[in-house]
């Protein structure tokens, strides 16, 4: 299928009159050293309760930060959007490019239920196709489920729940295929660098690839995200995304963290070491049925009964996992997050434990025994009641 060579064809109309007055505003001028700058109203007296300086506004182009992403990605800068996390990116995409109530979005399941959430949000349908037995991808079913009406195909990769990647050909099949917008989620890609498609988007005029600071880079708490895309469409992202949603501290952080690269990749080699060893580890436990493998910072795992076991290990080990066994493909499944050496430790002694402390009887004896204590304290209270 060939690509509309026209980008204003992928817009609804009422985006690109949005557009057309965006860019009539955007020329602002450039303020030279010394120039006074009454112009907007912020304050002129330091920042209350620090020695910081934080009154003035961020940059809204991000431009340091842009600049040494570019280098570190290997593009240009008016091919990155820069937004408050990758959430915010999903959110502005899908608010850019679909009519609301009329176009829908392609989706797979299991994923991250943020896309569903924004496109709800805009009263679009949303098609999940059900993943392959090893969560590949599956070719026939996205062409056969492609209509008029889709206007985006949306893909996690790696997948945030299952931690797996599709192969990259299949990726570039479907996205060289589709006339439309094609958005490659690769918010948790940190830790298998080489499955990025980054490059691709050189030949491919409606990719659009979202990542992310949060994971190996460690600045979730000060969200940072990128979108990478060709420059006609990261022109109407900056035209359209809120223009001070990124904060000054987060943009210096990520471009400190930019200088230090080196560092984040000796954290991925470390964090996949860990994994590989939890995983050896949680593979001879009875309690355990099957580890999926992952290209993440996380595991997938099939246990005998993800709902008791998930509740044991928030109250009894005050440890919190992430019951995915309601979605399809993933019964009784729960996904783990890698942390650092102790805690991996303290989480795979709790999986050990499991077999004697969430077996049957010991349960049943549990239950029994909360309710005759609850008898007990009925008891207590109806006896000072009739004063005996």
Not at 93 to 110: S, Y
Not at 338 to 355: E, H, Q, S, T, Y
Request: with cysteine; proline share 5%; net charge negative.
């Amino acid at each position: 299928m060939e690509h509309t060579e026209n980008l204003n064809e992928w817009l609804p109309r009422h985006i690109r009159k949005l557009v057309a007055s965006k860019a009539a505003l955007a020329k602002e001028p450039i303020l030279k050293e010394g120039f006074l700058n009454a112009h907007r109203p912020t304050g002129l007296y330091g920042t209350v309760g620090t020695d910081k300086d934080h009154s003035q506004r961020p940059d809204i182009k991000a431009t340091r930060l842009k600049e040494e992403l570019a280098a570190y990605v290997g593009l240009d800068t008016n091919q990155i959007c820069i937004g408050n996390g990758s959430t915010e990116l999903v959110d502005l995409v899908i608010r850019t490019f679909c009519n609301p109530g009329k176009d829908r979005i392609l989706g797979f399941q299991p994923s991250d239920p943020r896309m569903a959430h924004f496109a709800q949000m805009q009263a679009l349908e949303v098609d999940l196709l059900e993943l392959g037995h090893h969560f590949e991808m599956p070719i026939y079913e996205v062409r056969k489920n492609i209509s008029e009406a889709t206007k985006i195909l949306f893909i996690e990769n790696p997948n945030h729940l299952t931690g797996s990647c599709f192969a990259n050909f299949d990726i570039v099949d479907v996205a060289t295929d589709f006339d439309g917008i094609v958005v490659i989620d690769e918010s948790a890609i940190d830790y298998t660098p080489d499955q990025s498609l980054v490059s691709i988007i050189k030949d491919c005029s409606n990719v659009i690839i979202i990542q992310s600071f949060s994971r190996a880079w460690g600045l979730a708490g000060l969200p940072i995200g990128m979108a990478y895309a060709s420059p006609e469409i990261i022109q109407v992202l900056n035209l359209l995304k809120p223009p001070f949603s990124v904060n000054t501290v987060a943009q210096n952080m990520a471009t400190k963290a930019l200088y230090v690269a080196d560092q984040k990749e000796r954290i991925v080699t470390k964090t996949i070491e860990e994994r590989e060893q939890v995983k050896l580890a949680l593979e001879k436990l009875p309690a355990v049925l099957e580890i999926f493998e992952s290209e993440t910072n996380t595991l997938l795992l099939r246990v005998e009964d993800a709902d008791i076991m998930t509740e044991h290990l928030k109250k009894e080990e005050l440890i919190h996992v992430l019951n995915v066994s309601n979605l399809p493909g993933l019964e009784n499944c729960i996904r783990i997050t890698i942390g650092k050496g102790l805690d991996n430790m303290r989480l795979v002694k709790a999986f050990k434990d499991m077999p004697s402390k969430t077996a049957g009887p010991r349960l049943f004896w549990k239950a029994v025994s909360g309710t005759l204590r609850q008898a007990s304290s009925f008891l207590g209270v109806f006896k000072k009641i009739l004063g005996v």
